[in-house]
């Protein structure tokens, strides 16, 4: 159906005389919102933006609820249940249904998780046993009356704690209820990578995959020991021997360095792009020819369910959090659910970069696909990407003027 065709029957319905139905379009400015409204409220969770009023329209991304959003006019549309949309200052579409006119001002939400400390944007906990028992109540728990049974080490977002009748409970980001003895907390690694920058040369390495002694010169004394993930500066590699800055050696196969690579065809001199050297299991961001991050990463492990895909891609899509499984496998002895993983950036399909919380293994190859980063290094990465996830936003789809970013695996 045509789209005036749509409005006609939509506005007569609404008892409007034929005359003024005739004359309403997809796009035509509505009555306008109340004269006291500063913003509109996001009140519907992961709520789609639109770069037209029509669901058919390609989408933006989402908006996380609470998000006050700046609106300019309030316009009709196709596929919105009320069959307008508001227009945003940034010339985007959001369907009235899931929001609502705010007295306050544009802003996101406020994030009690925020300036905790924590590495992490929430609370996580894996169970410790498998078929652990979920309740829609605590009391539940007293008549084996659950919801769920969760499999050994599925991950969950805790949002609450309680005690009854003696027993500590903690509850899910669905609102069910687990005895909390059968999860653990987990925080993430500590482990970062090194920024960079225009002043600073590209000569770091790694301890990986396993502690390292430092010789006074080749096949010499040795003067020191090096914990994994140490990093050093590089002078100069002779074959079996790397020389680091400040005097010392130690054996080659002990380091991944990190390398410089050249931008791939299409990446611009202001771009941004990664480059991740799969033997290695490096990773360098780079700004045009200018390297401005490195870091260890775990890619997918050497079997061919598992292999990370080697290629130039472009992130697809960037997402503040998602839920990751593959419960629905029957071919595997063990599946896995981790609730809300966090910054979140695909490339090629499902495969895309993302926080692992739940190992300190980087510099191996370890997971299902997937480019794990820790914590702060997803982080730090998922801000550096082009486009910028605006603030209050759940996800964001790139569009060619966004230049989105380039990803190299070699």
């Not at 159906?1 to 034929?18: D, E, K, T």
């Not at 903690?170 to 225009?198: A, C, D, N, Y």
């Not at 390398?259 to 299409?266: I, L, Q, V, W, Y």
């Not at 490195?294 to 891609?313: E, I, M």
């Amino acid at each position: 159906m045509g789209g005036i065709a749509f409005m006609v029957i939509a506005a007569v319905a609404f008892g409007w005389p034929q005359s003024v139905a005739a004359e309403i379009a997809v796009g035509d400015t509505a009555a306008p919102a109340p004269s006291w409204a500063k913003s509109i409220e996001v009140i519907d969770d992961g709520a789609p933006v639109m770069l037209g009023p029509s669901d058919e329209s390609r989408r933006r991304g989402t908006v996380g609820a609470g998000t006050r959003l700046d609106f300019t006019r309030r316009v009709f549309g196709e596929g919105c249940s009320t069959r307008v949309w508001y227009e945003t200052r940034d010339e985007l579409f959001i369907c009235e249904a899931h929001v609502s006119p705010s007295p306050e001002p544009p802003g996101p939400r406020v994030d009690d998780w925020a300036g905790t400390g924590s590495r992490l944007p929430q609370r996580y906990a894996f169970i410790r046993f498998d078929g652990t028992r979920a309740y829609a109540h605590p009391s539940d728990y007293f008549r084996n009356d659950y919801v769920e049974a969760f499999g050994k080490s599925f991950g969950i977002v805790v949002t609450g704690e309680q005690v009854y009748e003696g027993v500590e409970f903690i509850r899910t980001r669905r609102h069910l209820w687990v005895e909390r003895g059968s999860v653990h907390f987990v925080q993430g690694s500590p482990f970062s990578g090194v920024k960079l920058g225009r002043s600073k040369p590209l000569d770091i390495a790694w301890v990986s995959p396993r502690p390292a002694r430092v010789h006074e010169r080749p096949q010499g004394r040795v003067v020191k020991r090096l914990d994994r993930h140490t990093v050093v500066h590089v002078e100069a590699t002779k074959g079996a021997w790397t020389k680091l800055s400040g005097g010392g050696w130690i054996r080659t196969a002990e380091l991944a360095p990190a390398k410089r690579a050249e931008p791939p065809e299409g990446v611009g001199p202001t771009d941004r792009w990664i480059d991740i050297d799969i033997e290695k299991q490096v990773l360098v961001a780079y700004e045009g020819s200018t390297p401005m991050f490195a870091t260890l990463v775990s890619t997918g492990r050497n079997t061919k369910q598992s292999k990370t895909p080697l290629g130039v891609f472009q992130i697809w899509v960037k997402l503040d959090y998602t839920d990751m499984d593959d419960i629905e496998r029957t071919d595997i002895p063990k599946n896995y659910s981790i609730q809300d993983v966090p910054w979140v950036q695909f490339f090629k399909g499902s495969y895309g970069f993302h926080a692992a919380f739940w190992h300190n293994d980087f510099g191996r190859r370890r997971s299902h696909g997937c480019i794990n980063l820790s914590p702060k290094d997803a982080r730090y990465l998922f801000h550096f990407t082009q486009p910028i996830l605006p603030p209050g936003w759940n996800a964001i789809l790139p569009l060619p003027e966004d230049h989105p970013t380039t990803v190299q695996i070699r």
